[in-house]
């Protein structure tokens, strides 16, 4: 860090405001091809869509996401997701805590999660380093994430210029920070899934008892309906019947009534 991306990260910090907002903004458009498919691996359609539609907006309107257009339309960013996510909201632990070279603080859980990237599950992986494409080549991939440790590193300098002042340990209180900052996100995610389920839920039986009622209510009217037409259809049994008595008609006319209504 020391050698490497805390002078890199100085350097950054000079350029001018709108490269370095134009750069932060190709970044986070490329991370949403890793998002996008651990937003649906986690039950977020919502945040799934609102990123597909922030992909395509910025990559095309956006010239090719170096303008965030898709957020003046009312398109908000959301927050990353990764494969490590995915793995804790699915109930895996973290494991061991290390340290790769460059690449940073990890677990094994994290680590198991950047290997679904290699094997498929990051584009832009796919189509810079797994194929052989004439417009792409593996080293636009390492220098996109090169430049997002570099422009993170710049972004917290001072952060982490006031934590190795501070700290009586430093690897330790890395450590620590990495991995609340990791369960934190993991549980926000649990948390809402959990909401999004309770609030289906109540939904649902909202629903189920506004058609029982609904149901409940053509019976009721259906039932008295009936109850009327057999009221009717009494009274002129009885009428016919009485007519037979006083002789107004013949025992055959009677049961040819009966006959006819039944």
Same mark, same amino acid.
């Given at each position: 860090?020391?050698?490497?991306?805390?002078?890199?990260?100085?350097?950054?910090?000079?350029?001018?405001?709108?490269?370095?907002?134009?750069?932060?903004?190709?970044?986070?458009?490329?991370?949403?091809?890793?998002?996008?498919?651990?937003?649906?691996?986690?039950?977020?359609?919502?945040? =799934?869509?609102?990123? &597909? #539609?922030? /992909?395509?907006?910025?990559?095309?309107?956006?010239?090719?996401? !170096?303008?965030?257009?898709?957020?003046?339309?009312?398109?908000?960013?959301?927050?990353?997701?990764?494969?490590?996510?995915?793995?804790?909201?699915?109930?895996?632990?973290?494991?061991?805590?290390?340290?790769?070279?460059?690449?940073?603080?990890?677990?094994?859980?994290?680590?198991?999660?950047?290997?679904?990237?290699?094997?498929?599950?990051?584009?832009?992986?796919?189509?810079?380093?797994?194929?052989?494409?004439?417009?792409?080549?593996?080293?636009?991939?390492?220098?996109?994430?090169?430049?997002?440790?570099?422009a993170f590193r710049a972004k917290n300098l001072e952060s982490f210029n006031s934590l190795e002042n501070n700290s009586v340990d430093l690897y =330790?209180?890395?450590? &620590? #920070?990495? /991995?609340?900052?990791?369960?934190?996100?993991?549980?926000?995610? !649990?948390?809402?899934?959990?909401?999004?389920?309770?609030?289906?839920?109540?939904?649902?039986?909202?629903?189920?008892?506004?058609?029982?009622?609904?149901?409940?209510?053509?019976?009721?009217?259906?039932?008295?309906?009936?109850?009327?037409?057999?009221?009717?259809?009494?009274?002129?049994?009885?009428?016919?019947?009485?007519?037979?008595?006083?002789?107004?008609?013949?025992?055959?006319?009677?049961?040819?009534?009966?006959?006819?209504?039944?």
């Open positions: 860090d020391a050698a490497v991306f805390k002078p890199l990260a100085k350097g950054y910090r000079k350029l001018p405001q709108p490269i370095r907002s134009g750069t932060s903004n190709v970044l986070n458009n490329l991370g949403n091809v890793v998002t996008i498919p651990n937003n649906i691996l986690q039950g977020q359609i919502k945040d =799934a869509g609102i990123n &597909s #539609l922030r /992909l395509i907006v910025n990559s095309t309107l956006g010239i090719a996401g !170096i303008f965030d257009v898709a957020s003046y339309y009312g398109l908000k960013k959301r927050d990353k997701e990764d494969y490590g996510q995915t793995l804790g909201v699915w109930g895996a632990g973290p494991g061991c805590y290390f340290v790769l070279p460059i690449l940073g603080p990890t677990t094994v859980r994290d680590s198991i999660g950047s290997v679904f990237n290699i094997i498929g599950g990051d584009v832009w992986y796919n189509v810079t380093v797994a194929n052989d494409t004439k417009y792409f080549s593996e080293a636009d991939y390492y220098s996109s994430r090169l430049l997002s440790g570099v =330790a209180s890395v450590r &620590s #920070l990495y /991995l609340q900052d990791r369960k934190k996100k993991i549980q926000n995610i !649990i948390i809402l899934s959990i909401a999004v389920i309770i609030i289906g839920a109540i939904i649902a039986y909202n629903y189920s008892v506004d058609v029982t009622k609904q149901k409940g209510l053509q019976f009721g009217n259906e039932l008295s309906q009936i109850e009327n037409e057999i009221s009717q259809i009494q009274n002129k049994f009885y009428s016919e019947k009485t007519m037979w008595i006083e002789g107004d008609i013949t025992r055959d006319e009677l049961l040819k009534f009966y006959d006819g209504h039944i």
